[in-house]
């Protein structure tokens, strides 16, 4: 997912300079005295939920304001309810991008506002009634200055409230303020970059004022050449470049530019999920966004030697817990800030990391203790999902919390992005996810699938995802039939996804789970590279565990060959399945080498492909393909119920890019369609409503009732795919 790369010939040079120092001594205050005013408030109405901003009028000493070791400011803020809870304070510096537009990126030139400079503390009241406020200032840990009490009443409003884990349904969120069920469909605005589209230049501005009524959920990127914390590895002057001094020091442009994302997704009814690293920020000596100019890095100033000692060195956490309470410091009162995301792009975390994470996790917890919900959560699956507040998506979802999907599964070529997109949307849903985005922002853009996401979102609204136990619904083919002759094949496809090392290191995974069922998937973690004998330190070769309805295959797609013969090995089930020697003195794959078929029977399978040559061969894509004997296996129909109401997803498994791309067949119409939906009670009647998918409008409507082998739709005619809707009736 990298834009460009920037290098960095005089990278030790320049984070000597004394530029450095004299952004460092510019925040200095040398006085002695500690003098301490009651808070001014600024701006918001005292309403419920409105963010609220006052200033703090204080003289008081210090080196660094953002080091809370150095100089710590709080509110001590009583609620109606007489509850009494701590709202971390943070110091502002005034700035404004010259352009006035609103861009998460570098190289953005801004202009100085001191007159805005100072101490703030901003809160979104959760209750009605009466507060009471009082700031306090410690120095070196030490209680040295507090001010007078002030009061100030909020009424009440009808605001929606901050994004919490629901009560009455732990896979899902709901808004504090009103209980209602947010799930969330939107697409990662994780950035601005100046070759992206706009009008008139890149913007969230124009992003998010696309998006209004059409989506209400997004990823934003704190990170990844819009750091919060860095070195000022590039010598842009007059640019937000020159916000960077290191560890311990806050970017106050980037800050600026995050408060506006804020603003103008509250405006747009969008919930942000702040990403707070990419993965990427462990790796290379060469590049302004890597270890290299990491601020962590011990050649930098920081405490750390390795990349992994940014989990394991205690001051190493103590910076970055620092960093967290400046984050709900400026943020905590944006009730359009959902959750917190740390560590972009990682897979399953060793124990140093998830001991991290849970220490983190409980930071952020402790930090909005009894004033605000917040979500904290990782790109870390696997273990850690049993330990943050949501979990990464997975073809086994947990039932104990919420599933969110950050990144689902999408075509990079316009005219299948859409369909995709949609196809992915429902599917998630149907699935039980609380949270389906996808990326990026500028296909969505381009392709002017924005509308996409309205009709699931619209559709989630109504369904009652709070009320009662929800389950995965049984849903069985009756009858199909397809204007061709068996048998039907259908395939998916497998692909490597994320900022995974593509040369010189291993693969940050290599155990896959892959369902037919499960639709188009993203490898995340997997390094399409398979490493030889002379490569070993590289080699980490993948296992998939496949499951499979119908006899088929695993498809790998050779892409490329390195020096000397390679050997494409599979082993299924512990035995060697397939071997394929690719001999060398060529760097492409001929024709006929390009495709290796892993044939396998119906059921659960583990596939280990490896190279058993000298040096490394490159696979493009791995498909997984099988062969249906009747038309009743191309309808996949996926759907939840609470034994009230439910819901299902059809798809026409024909109607598929990968299909029409590498089988090279044609979408097949589908007619005679029966459903049956076994489980529902005998004699009960229900009301179904057939839901076109692009549009969400209603296509027809039928009374049905549940006999001896449940309940029986008839679709007729399946193109593509639609939705059911059935409600049970007096």
Not at 250 to 270: H, S, T
Not at 366 to 380: A, E, K, M, Q
Not at 522 to 549: D, I, K, Q, S, V
Request: glycine fraction near 8%; hydrophobic fraction near 40%.
């Amino acid at each position: 997912m990298r834009q460009w790369v920037l290098r960095l010939p005089a990278l030790g040079l320049l984070f000597g300079s004394l530029a450095l120092a004299d952004l460092r001594t510019e925040l200095v205050q040398t006085t002695t005295t500690v003098k301490v005013e009651a808070p001014v408030l600024q701006a918001g109405p005292c309403e419920r939920f409105a963010r609220l901003e006052f200033r703090c009028p204080l003289v008081v000493g210090y080196a660094n304001p953002f080091d809370p070791d150095d100089i710590q400011v709080d509110g001590l803020l009583r609620l109606p309810d007489g509850q009494q809870v701590v709202v971390p304070a943070f110091y502002y510096q005034g700035w404004e991008p010259e352009n006035d537009r609103t861009q998460m990126m570098l190289s953005v030139r801004y202009r100085r506002l001191p007159q805005e400079d100072g101490w703030r503390l901003r809160l979104a009241p959760p209750q009605a009634g009466e507060y009471r406020l009082q700031i306090v200032v410690r120095q070196h840990g030490r209680r040295t200055g507090e001010g007078p009490e002030t009061t100030f009443q909020v009424t009440d409003s009808s605001r929606p409230g901050f994004i919490e884990v629901a009560p009455g349904n732990r896979t899902q969120f709901a808004d504090s303020g009103s209980g209602q069920l947010f799930a969330g469909f939107g697409a990662n605005v994780a950035w601005t970059r100046a070759k992206d589209p706009g009008d008139p230049l890149p913007c969230y501005e124009y992003y998010f004022g696309k998006a209004e009524g059409k989506m209400n959920a997004t990823r934003v990127w704190l990170c990844h050449w819009a750091w919060l914390e860095w070195t000022r590895a590039v010598d842009a002057p007059g640019t937000n470049w020159d916000g960077y001094a290191g560890i311990g020091y806050y970017n106050p442009m980037i800050a600026i530019a995050l408060d506006r994302v804020f603003r103008l997704a509250d405006e747009n009814g969008l919930r942000v999920m702040l990403v707070t690293e990419d993965n990427n920020e462990h790796w290379g000596e060469d590049r302004a966004d890597e270890w290299s100019a990491n601020p962590y890095n011990r050649k930098n100033g920081g405490p750390c030697a390795s990349p992994g000692e940014v989990f394991t060195s205690p001051e190493a956490r103590d910076w970055y817990r620092k960093r967290l309470r400046y984050i709900v410091a400026r943020w905590g009162a944006e009730t359009a800030l959902w959750a917190i995301d740390s560590w972009n792009d990682c897979s399953d975390p060793q124990p140093a990391q998830l001991d991290w994470l849970r220490e983190m996790r409980d930071d952020v917890h402790d930090l909005t203790r009894g004033w605000r919900p917040l979500i904290y959560g990782s790109n870390f699956a696997r273990a850690a999902n049993a330990e943050m507040d949501y979990a990464q998506a997975s073809n086994e979802p947990r039932a104990d919390r919420p599933n969110v999907t950050q990144e689902c599964h999408y075509s990079e070529q316009p005219e299948w992005f859409i369909p995709v997109l949609r196809e992915q949307l429902w599917q998630g849903l149907a699935l039980g996810r609380a949270v389906t985005m996808v990326w990026p922002h500028v296909l969505v853009d381009k392709t002017n699938a924005w509308d996409t996401f309205r009709a699931p979102m619209e559709f989630a609204r109504t369904l009652p995802l709070l009320a009662g136990t929800w389950h995965p619904l049984q849903v069985r083919t009756e009858h199909a039939q397809a204007d061709a002759e068996p048998p039907y094949r259908s395939i998916i496809e497998l692909a490597a996804y994320g900022d995974v090392p593509s040369w010189g290191q291993p693969a940050t995974a290599n155990r896959f789970e892959v369902r037919a069922a499960g639709g188009n998937q993203w490898l995340a973690g997997f390094c399409p590279n398979l490493y030889g004998r002379n490569r070993a330190a590289w080699r980490n070769p993948p296992t998939f565990a496949c499951t499979l309805p119908a006899p088929g295959a695993l498809i790998a797609d050779i892409d490329e060959i390195g020096g000397g013969t390679q050997i494409l090995s599979a082993t299924v089930d512990g035995e060697t399945a397939v071997t394929v020697s690719l001999p060398g003195g060529r760097r492409y794959p001929r024709p006929e080498e390009r495709w290796t078929r892993i044939p396998l029977p119906a059921g659960d399978h583990t596939v280990l492909l490896d190279n058993a040559g000298d040096d490394w061969l490159r696979l493009r894509k791995l498909y997984l393909a099988w062969d249906n004997p009747s038309a009743d296996g191309l309808v996949q129909a996926t759907g939840r119920t609470n034994g009230e109401v439910g819901f299902l997803y059809v798809r026409n498994l024909t109607h598929s890019r990968v299909a029409r791309e590498v089988l090279r067949r044609r979408p097949l119409g589908l007619f005679g369609v029966e459903l049956s939906l076994p489980g529902l009670p005998v004699g009960t009647h229900y009301r179904v409503r057939v839901i076109d998918p692009g549009t969400g409008t209603l296509v027809r409507e039928l009374a049905a009732t549940a006999g001896e082998h449940g309940l029986t739709v008839p679709l007729d005619r399946l193109e593509s795919d639609i939705v059911l809707r059935f409600e049970r009736q007096p």
